[in-house]
């Protein structure tokens, strides 16, 4: 057999057939996290008026999802570094598939939360795994480009599709139904997942370090929390304590990884100026797109009074756009440059979101549905491609960390950015002035939420709960147009950035051996 015979052999070896078949697989766990992300929030109506919970237990049961997957994301992506990260996947599928069960049927607030924070932990499992899955499939740079583009594809889908599926569930069955949609999804998961996906994992892992585990953990947690309640409470002993802790937390955990002959997560991967640029713009657009997600929804019900279902469709441009750009973006970033390609898609995401500082609430949708699809064709290139800057950053064996650090940025850019961007609104709203007339209990709850108002409406004559619902809308759109404004400008500095920073950078072409 000559050279020539032998090179091409090998290639047809590492182009693995059922490759795109184990990919269908893998992003079915990441539609279902994108899609389990959203529905909660359409069915906590109908949950709260089932569990009774307390104001404090709601906001729980909010976000213990959340903070959980932020302060573990990074432990079990190491984990599957040295486990296996099939065997973690197929594992988080079955515990993810079980714990859905549990939050479907729960029957106390307390319950709820202890479901909530351990289909956190599932999940934490899921996507660094998926992501580290790919960079081992796929040894041809180009076919990992696209492989990359379908998984962010799936991600964008599943954030959209999620509204649309959970407001035609809670139409037509009780609150939990939109849980046990989980559950036909992971069996083929794993049953596919089982035969067709190649387990892969770093030959020389070295042990895992819990001390490290806990460290991060505990910051990554307290971090979070403290930015979610200094946004919703200020800033309060409790919430100074919480991030006093968890920035030392951080800090420990920081200088153990440079001790460690076997750290949990090698902070020298933060050397490499493609890694850290890819991550830290990851980081600052969440943040500053995190915003338009959060309040946009708000704006087209209580503003536009649009339904749940339409609204949920009103938001679709976003990911017809991200899935379109997403599937090309490779192909494009190597035809251009990654800079120019990342840079254009985060500067085309700060004009839409500029574009957002002129809705009002009788603003024609075509504006509005162009601004989310530049949204999402932008957010679509920007995103693949770090995504395969950071996975190619990395020597194969450390593929599972250097997703966990990719998606925990995601974590700790929307913490941030709803933090931030919340708090504008928020502040431009509760100042709203009350018409005369209107009775202080009602007012103060009026003041504390749109959603707040429109109920507080309801118990007004015609007259003063037209006059308290415009003088709220105007507030609301006035803190949003603000919140647009400051995110499109972080956006606007992003791609600045990344053009500098991912200067020289390129996409791999040769297949690996």
């Not at 050397?271 to 500053?288: E, Q």
């Not at 699809?373 to 020597?395: H, K, N």
């Not at 950015?417 to 431009?428: E, H, K, N, Q």
Request: aromatic fraction near 6%; proline fraction near 4%.
């Amino acid at each position: 057999m000559t050279s020539t015979d032998q090179r091409e052999t090998a290639a047809d070896e590492l182009r693995r057939p059922g490759r795109w078949i184990a990919l269908a697989v893998l992003v079915l766990a990441v539609l279902l996290v994108a899609v389990d992300a959203t529905v909660l929030g359409l069915a906590t109506p109908f949950l709260s008026e089932d569990l009774k919970p307390t104001g404090t237990q709601l906001l729980w049961i909010g976000d213990v999802y959340s903070f959980v997957i932020a302060g573990l994301l990074v432990s079990m992506g190491s984990l599957g570094d040295r486990i296996g990260r099939k065997k973690l996947l197929l594992v988080g599928a079955v515990a993810f598939g079980a714990v859905s069960v549990l939050n479907a049927y729960a029957t106390t607030p307390e319950m709820m939360i202890v479901a909530r924070a351990l289909l956190g932990v599932a999940g934490a499992t899921l996507m660094p795994s998926t992501l580290a899955l790919i960079r081992n499939l796929f040894h041809d740079p180009r076919e990992r480009s696209l492989a990359i583009g379908v998984w962010g594809a799936m991600a964008s889908a599943g954030a959209a599709v999620g509204p649309v599926v959970g407001g035609f569930l809670l139409e037509h069955f009780w609150w939990g139904s939109v849980f046990l949609i989980n559950l036909p999804v992971m069996a083929v998961l794993v049953v596919v997942g089982v035969k067709m996906i190649p387990e892969s994992k770093n030959p020389a892992p070295g042990p895992w370090d819990l001390a490290s585990v806990v460290l991060s953990l505990i910051g990554m947690i307290a971090v979070v929390y403290s930015i979610k309640e200094a946004a919703s409470h200020g800033l309060t002993w409790d919430v100074a304590v919480a991030a006093v802790t968890g920035v030392a937390a951080l800090w420990g955990f920081v200088r153990r990884q440079l001790t460690l002959p076997a750290p949990l997560l090698d902070m020298r991967l933060f050397h490499h100026r493609g890694f850290s640029g890819a991550v830290l713009a990851d980081l600052l657009t969440i943040l500053g797109l995190s915003g338009l997600v959060f309040f946009l929804s708000q704006f087209l019900q209580l503003v536009q009074g649009r339904a749940p279902f339409e609204a949920g469709l009103a938001e679709l441009p976003a990911a017809v756009g991200a899935v379109g750009a997403g599937l090309v973006a490779g192909l494009v970033a190597r035809r251009y440059s990654v800079r120019a390609v990342v840079s254009g898609g985060l500067a085309a995401v700060g004009l839409a979101l500029a574009a957002v500082t002129v809705l009002a609430e009788d603003t024609a949708y075509p504006l509005l549905g162009a601004a989310l699809l530049v949204v999402g064709i932008g957010a679509g290139f920007a995103f693949t491609v770090t995504a395969d800057v950071i996975l190619s950053s990395v020597p194969k064996e450390q593929a599972g960390a250097a997703s966990a650090v990719s998606e925990t940025a995601y974590e700790l850019g929307a913490a941030l950015g709803i933090a931030l961007l919340g708090s504008i609104v928020t502040g431009v709203y509760r100042d709203f002035a009350t018409p005369e007339g209107v009775p202080s209990g009602i007012a103060a709850d009026a003041h504390e939420s749109l959603g707040g108002a429109v109920e507080a409406a309801a118990a007004l004559p015609a007259g003063q709960a037209d006059a308290l619902m415009a003088s709220a809308k105007d507030a609301f759109v006035e803190g949003l147009h603000l919140a647009a404004g400051v995110g499109a400008t972080v956006l606007l500095v992003t791609a600045v950035a990344a053009w500098f920073l991912l200067k020289g950078q390129k996409l791999e072409d040769g297949i690996e051996h």
